[in-house]
């Protein structure tokens, strides 16, 4: 038996791992997968900071470990290569004594902190959680729900392009709606559907060609299946390059890298409601939805660069790009995590919500500040009639929102169960907190600062042998001040 047991080893958990060793306990890091950072090392290359000045603790110690890596100065570089980011987390569990075991269940321990994106540990210890988005009414929150289908942006068409194929079957990666009365589809603004945001892989490109693989065709691919986004490009072409698909940037990281993400309407989000299986499914299950999620990426990379109806400065855009030959050498270049931008969140002693955010609220016993946009991902790519009076169907992508928020406190009773349901565990990353709350929580160097709070507390809780709702509060932020954590702006 050990003091404290991390489940998870994203870079909150190694955060949390390194925090409770600091407080003086004995660590076990353990949980699925052979890799340490979780999505740091995993293809988010790019770092989602918001207010820098709210960034301090373990992920301002990190990121300074960054910055001394390149020889630049503090966020002279947006993020590392993933090989880096691992490196120097894995020199701060050894430089920390941290026992970790990947590839393990999680040991016998006096508290427990799930650091893992679904939220694994908390469900089998029996703690009750949410998935997916509630109603505006269940927290009387503005962002919450369904949101309009004719909503503008560069994340949605800006054309209209119908939805069924020549043969009246709907297209791939356009997801059915639910229809009224009538058959047409529903808006059902601001109603609770359970929708996650979209997942993907972060693929991490060179530009120089000798660090290049190429793309390559996965097996079973099927360039039909990319209909729409051929009408897509065919009715947009003369306004797009291969920077509006895939936010390809000369330099965006270190030694000729890119960090690639999901920009504009078709993209390397997958928008079919095909994720909603994953937080709560068994391993073959999100095996096969992670596979599913990868195959597309494959194909979609594969189709940008090589099809004929792809506009050549398009296609020849994406073409002088590749893999890098020295990431992810294990998985064959491609990323070993794929990015669950939602999974369980707690439902725990307090739920974070939307007007903690937009009104800064201050918070007794605030353990880490938040500070990044509300930036919920889109939700489904779907159907409706636009205009509705001529019922002409059009595709669009639902969900996405970007609502800027000032600093913001987080409360550790956001990362406590209520009492009632576990007494020993911690939960920084699944915390408890509404899913437009989470859609700003959930950037990484906020989880840092979770992770690490958590475990300091963890430890705290371990040494003194009591219920993690028992912890000094006085006493933790003491300690995270001293670690250079930010309370207050």
């Known amino acids: 038996m050990t003091d404290v047991a991390v489940f998870g080893a994203t870079a909150a958990g190694v955060a949390a791992a390194v925090g409770a060793s600091e407080a003086g306990a004995e660590v076990v890091l353990a949980g699925p997968g052979t890799h340490v950072g979780g999505m740091v090392s995993g293809g988010l290359g790019w770092t989602d900071v918001g207010d820098v000045r709210a960034l301090g603790g373990f992920a301002r110690r990190f990121y300074a470990a960054v910055a001394e890596h390149y020889d630049v100065p503090l966020w002279g570089v947006r993020g590392p290569e993933p090989h880096v980011a691992e490196r120097l987390l894995v020199h701060e569990l050894e430089r920390a004594g941290v026992d970790v075991r990947l590839g393990e269940s999680v040991p016998e321990a006096a508290v427990y902190v799930d650091a893992s994106y679904e939220g694994d540990l908390m469900s089998t210890r029996g703690v009750p959680y949410a ?17 309009p289908a004719t909503r503008p942006g560069k994340h949605n068409f800006s054309v209209t392009l119908s939805p069924f194929g020549d043969d009246g079957a709907l297209l791939p990666f356009v997801r059915e709606p639910q229809l009224d009365e009538r058959g047409w589809p529903k808006d059902d603004l601001g109603a609770g559907d359970g929708g996650l945001q979209a997942y993907a892989f972060r693929v991490c490109l060179t530009d120089r060609v000798d660090n290049q693989l190429p793309f390559e065709a996965p097996e079973g691919y099927a360039p039909d299946d990319f209909e729409l986004l051929r009408r897509y490009l065919a009715a947009c072409s003369d306004r797009l ?120 609220r201050a918070q007794p016993d605030v353990v880490a500040l938040g500070s990044y946009n509300i930036d919920l991902r889109e939700i489904e790519r779907t159907w409706r009639y636009l205009p509705e009076y001529v019922r002409e169907p059009a595709v669009f992508n639902e969900g996405y929102l970007s609502v800027a928020v000032p600093a913001y406190a987080i409360p550790y009773r956001s990362l406590t169960p209520r009492r009632e349901d576990s007494t020993d565990l911690l939960v ?58 930010v309370l207050s702006l």
């Not at 992670?290 to 506009?311: A, G, N």
């Open 428 to 485: 920084p990353v699944c915390l408890s907190a509404s899913h437009v709350a989470f859609g700003s929580v959930r950037m990484e160097p906020t989880l840092m600062l979770l992770g690490h709070a958590a475990g300091i507390a963890a430890g705290l809780a371990a040494r003194a042998a009591c219920a993690v709702q028992d912890v000094d509060v006085a006493v933790l932020q003491r300690r995270l001040l001293d670690a250079g954590q």
């Open 131 to 147: 998935v997916g988005r509630e109603p505006r009414e269940l927290h009387g929150e503005t962002w919450a729900g369904r949101q």
């Open 241 to 360: 390059a291969a920077s509006d698909l895939l936010g390809l940037v000369p330099g965006l990281l270190p030694n000729g890298k890119c960090d690639v993400n999901s920009i504009g309407p078709f993209s390397l989000n997958l928008l079919d409601g095909s994720n909603r299986g994953y937080p709560e499914g068994d391993a073959a299950e999100r095996r096969r939805i992670s596979e599913r999620h990868l195959h597309y990426t494959q194909s979609f990379l594969y189709f940008l660069s090589h099809d004929d109806s792809v506009p050549s400065h398009i296609r020849d855009g994406v073409a002088g790009w590749g893999r890098c030959a020295d990431e992810f050498i294990d998985t064959a270049g491609w990323p070993h995590q794929l990015y669950v931008r939602d999974g369980r969140r707690m439902l725990g002693e307090y739920v974070l919500r939307e007007g903690d955010l937009l009104d800064g």
